[in-house]
């Protein structure tokens, strides 16, 4: 099946700086990639919509500066929470879909963002 | 609007039980549906997905789910739950492609000896 990966893993940050995760398809081309938030013991919740070669779109709620998302590639986004905060820690999750009919989306394993 | 329900924040079996996750939505359009099973720290991993035809689909793992659009549910089954079914369970629908899934706040199932 499709996989996508994502780097780091997990990363802990002073607060003030800024990360940048990576999501990239290995093994097909995402055309559609989407970024969510997972607080613990909680749901998902969609933070962007990302297309290769355009801006991507946001939630309602979602600082679109806070949270920078570039899609460069059919094969990667990236996602730059700048500024760093304690209340950005949480399990960020991204997914990437191949533009089928089906919509299926493929899920990376997530990476734990902890800001001290 | 598009909403996902999972009634069950927790469920507790023994195991070599039958297992029945809650699940309706609300969707506009044709809704495409989907359970995912996430082991803590862990991502996402699809159980099983509806799109259209035979409304009892066939998972991974013995899973299987029914949609029943009267009633707006996609619930999901086991026949008899192993011990490392233990997992939250996330519904999720979605419309064609190019759409962001929308998920339900998970179900955290317990499987007790």
């Known amino acids: 099946g499709a996989v996508v990966s994502q780097h780091p893993s997990w990363v802990i940050c002073k607060s003030g700086t800024s990360v940048k995760i990576e999501c990239r398809s290995l093994?097909?081309?995402?055309?559609?990639m989407f970024w969510y938030r997972q607080f613990p013991k909680q749901s998902l919740m969609l933070m962007a919509t990302?297309?290769?070669?355009?801006?991507?779109?946001?939630e309602q709620g979602v600082e679109k500066d806070k949270f920078l998302i570039n899609h460069a590639s059919l094969t990667l986004s990236t996602l730059t929470v700048t500024s760093a905060h304690p209340e950005d820690s949480s399990f960020y999750i991204c997914s990437a879909e191949a533009g089928g009919w089906d919509n299926e989306q493929f899920f990376g394993p997530g990476t734990r963002l902890t800001v001290l | 609007a598009q909403s996902v329900t999972q009634p069950d924040i927790h469920i507790t079996v023994s195991e070599g039980a039958s297992l029945e996750l809650r699940c309706n939505y609300s969707?506009?359009?044709?809704?495409?549906l989907f359970w995912y099973v996430q082991s803590p720290g862990q991502g996402l991993q699809l159980l099983l997905k509806y799109f259209s035809g035979d409304t009892l689909v066939q998972g991974i793992k013995g899973f299987e789910a029914e949609f029943k659009r009267s009633q707006s549910s996609f619930n999901l089954r086991k026949p008899s739950v192993h011990w490392s079914d233990a997992a939250e369970y996330f519904c999720?629908?979605?419309?064609?492609?190019?759409?962001?899934?929308?998920f339900g706040k998970g179900t955290r199932l317990s499987v007790i000896a």
């Open positions: 093994d097909f081309q995402a055309t559609t």
């Open positions: 999720a629908v979605g419309g064609s492609g190019n759409t962001p899934l929308v």
């Open positions: 969707y506009g359009a044709t809704p495409y």
């Open positions: 990302s297309n290769e070669g355009s801006k991507a779109t946001y």
